[in-house]
Every structure is written in C-alpha cells, then in structure tokens.
C-alpha cells in the first residue's frame, strides 16, 4: 500500500550527530558568505514532496533557513505501494493542499507509475496560486515540469545542497519578480 506522510518542520530530520550538526552549520554560513540573504522567502510556507528520506533529511532544514522563523518547510514522504496511478497522484496533490502551501518543490521519480509532473498538473488544476518548483536529480525533466505548469525547475544536487538552495534561491527570486513581487 502507498503511503504518505506528512512532518511538521520542526525537528523532524534533525542531524544525527554532533558532526552533522556542524556540518550544517559551516554550510549555512558559507550560504550566507556568498552572498545570498540567509532568509530571502521570510515567512513563506514551502513544501518539498520526494520519495527519498536522505533528500528530505538534507533539504528541509536548509529550507527552513530560507523562511524563517515565520514561515515552514515541511515535507511529504512518499512511499510506494499498491494504489492505482491516478489515486497516487490525487493523494499527493491532496496531502499538498493540505499543508497550503505559497511553493512546493516536486521530485520527478515518485516510482515507476507516477511522476512529479503529474502531481504538478494535479495542484495547478486545482490551485493556480502555488508556486510550483520541479525538484529533479535528472536535468533531462526540466521541460517536462515547465510543460506541466511547474513555474521553474531546479537541478537537485545532493552532494551539493547549498549550491543546490542558492539556485533554488535564485530561480524562486526570479519567479517573485515575474509575477510582480506577489510571492
């Protein structure tokens, strides 16, 4: 059976160990050396929807870096099971308008039936207002969240998560402008 979970932001991933934790921390504070304000999307509400705990695990607490305190990362763990394609698809579009949120970062490889940009047409259909973001290992996807409606596309580089957040940053900055500042 196909499940999906759903964590609240705080502290749901947190290192695992001390050596983790400074990790993290010297990572936050060369995003901040490069330039790049440490909260550019203040109390926005961003949810990353993936099928692999090791992504959620790193990204959500940058995430929340980039929202602050007034704002939530939050996640949606996907696992796959034995729903039908199309159930899989409205689950996850459901679990995201739950959270509400103003962007949602999608994977592209949710299991061999579905995809992101699937789950992407699902949100647009329903709610236009989310910022949706394609959040893919596999640059080949690109196009193909834009054709689904996605507003950008990021290149998910695990072994590089803050080059990673910086053109996350970016691309969001970007979207903020073409629509006028709304987000």
Avoid: W
């Amino acid at each position: 059976m196909n499940e999906v979970f759903l964590f609240e932001a705080e502290g749901v991933f947190p290192p695992t160990t001390p050596t983790e934790t400074e990790e993290m921390i010297q990572e936050a504070a060369q995003y901040q050396v490069a330039g790049v304000p440490s909260q550019p999307f203040v109390g926005e509400r961003i949810v990353i929807l993936d099928d692999n705990v090791q992504v959620l695990r790193m990204f959500q607490p940058l995430l929340r870096r980039l929202v602050g305190d007034s704002g939530s990362a939050e996640v949606i763990h996907y696992t796959v099971g034995d729903y039908k394609p199309n159930d899989v698809v409205n689950a996850l579009r459901d679990a995201v308008l739950a959270l509400d949120p103003g962007i949602v970062l999608v994977d592209y490889e949710l299991d061999t039936a579905n995809n992101g940009a699937e789950v992407v047409v699902a949100i647009k259909a329903v709610r236009k207002d989310i910022v949706c973001v394609g959040f893919s290992s596999d640059s080949s996807r690109q196009r193909e969240f834009l054709d689904a409606g996605a507003e950008t596309s990021v290149l998910k580089i695990f072994r590089r998560p803050m080059q990673t957040l910086r053109e996350l940053a970016d691309r969001l900055q970007a979207v903020k402008l073409r629509m006028g500042g709304a987000r």
